[in-house]
């Protein structure tokens, strides 16, 4: 139902924002109206907070009639995440606070799992067993403060975390085996490489067999440039000259469903993971610990950068809860200045909370 902004004294606040009035008069299955009457607080509070909304993140909408829209679905994001209700991490208002949660979905998650073809090709597992002995790894470590992880990215309107995952490992093993730390082209995998499908989704087994072959030129070379989700087409030009150490001598698959193999991995480096982010607290998570009681799931459709691991701290309300520290592609304004934090165990036979532990890899560079 389209509906028409109307500016009402009544409404009104300081920014002069409209409140899409006729909206919240006329009704609709998520109407303004009815989340006004549930949370019990008035329409220009909700006005109020809309206005900050698209102050801070610089919202802009193309009508009146798509920025009521929006406004219904902020409305009814904004009483979720009101409502919320957790002893160990929290969600706040964020870049996405005026899509719905299948919007959300559509651009933001595209990982799919290689082929077992691909997958069996040689790859040897992290170890031969699935209980590796873990009493030569460090008890937290964390691979951004070591200098090993670059600035957080933004993936924007496109299927792509599977490409930001590939070149934050590569990225990671260049920097350990080189001390040199240089930021990849993920718009190369985007565009070039066929055997995925850019925005549409890929893996990140894929990505490193890409980079077998051709490595990656830096992110100053190919910049990205997919964030509308548009993938565009290949610049062949740009792929000659790859960045120095970009070529993946081969690459480690983590023995699957095993926290304690993702821990020993870890430990030696970044390493690329899958997870489920696919439920409306991980599109609204500001920090903390997300624990598996959270029922994230296991229906892995994201990938993102394991980047260390280690217990949170007393002062924290979910003190002594060891975790995974998970950077992600939707840029720093969302979660821990773009990083998540998933509970971890170390046993050897646990998919890990939003299956984290079951899809893991990590290349080896040239």
């Known amino acids: 139902m389209k509906a028409t902004i109307l500016i009402s004294a009544v409404l009104c606040i300081a920014a002069a924002s409209a409140i899409p009035t006729a909206l919240i008069n006329a009704g609709a299955p998520l109407t303004a109206k009815s989340q006004f009457n549930s949370s019990n607080l008035g329409a220009t509070f909700f006005a109020n907070e809309f206005a900050k909304f698209k102050s801070k993140f610089n919202k802009v909408y193309r009508s009146a009639d798509h920025e009521a829209d929006r406004f219904v679905t902020f409305v009814n994001n904004l009483n979720f995440i009101r409502n919320h ?3 160990s991490y929290t969600v706040a208002v964020n870049q996405f606070a005026d899509m719905t949660h299948d919007e959300f979905k ?5 990982y799919k799992p290689s082929s077992h073809t691909i997958r069996k090709l040689g790859h040897a597992a992290l170890t031969a067993s699935a209980t590796p002995d873990l009493t030569s790894t460090p008890s937290s470590i964390d691979w951004v403060a070591k200098g090993a992880v670059t600035a957080v990215k933004n993936q924007g309107h496109c299927g792509s975390c599977w490409a930001f995952s590939t070149t934050g490992a590569i990225e990671g093993a260049i920097y350990n085996s080189y001390n040199v730390l240089e930021s990849l082209s993920e718009e190369q995998l985007v565009q070039c490489d066929k055997v995925d499908s850019g925005c549409q989704g890929g893996s990140m087994d894929n990505g490193f067999t890409y980079a077998e072959t051709n490595g ?3 992110e100053d070379d190919y910049a990205y440039t997919s964030s509308s989700g548009t993938t565009g087409t290949c610049q062949s030009s740009l792929t000659t000259t790859p960045a120095k150490h970009s070529k993946v001598a081969s690459f480690v698959d983590v023995t699957p469903n095993s926290e304690a193999a993702l821990k020993a991995a870890v430990a030696k480096g970044p390493v ?8 409306q607290a991980f599109q609204f998570y500001s920090g903390g610990v997300i624990k598996a009681t959270a029922g994230c799931g296991t229906s892995l459709d994201h990938g993102v950068l394991a980047v260390g691991y280690g217990t949170a701290g007393p002062d924290e309300t979910d003190a002594g809860v060891m975790y995974w520290k998970v950077k992600n592609s939707w840029g720093p304004s969302w979660g821990e200045e773009g990083y998540v934090r998933l509970e971890r165990t170390d046993s050897a036979d ?6 984290i532990a079951m899809d893991a890899s990590y290349p080896k560079v040239a």
């Open 85 to 87: 209700k957790s002893d």
């Open 106 to 110: 559509s651009f933001y998650l595209g």
């Open 272 to 279: 690329s993971v899958a997870i489920e982010a696919d439920k």
């Open 216 to 218: 990656l030129a830096s």
């Open 350 to 355: 646990s998919k890990g909370t939003c299956g």
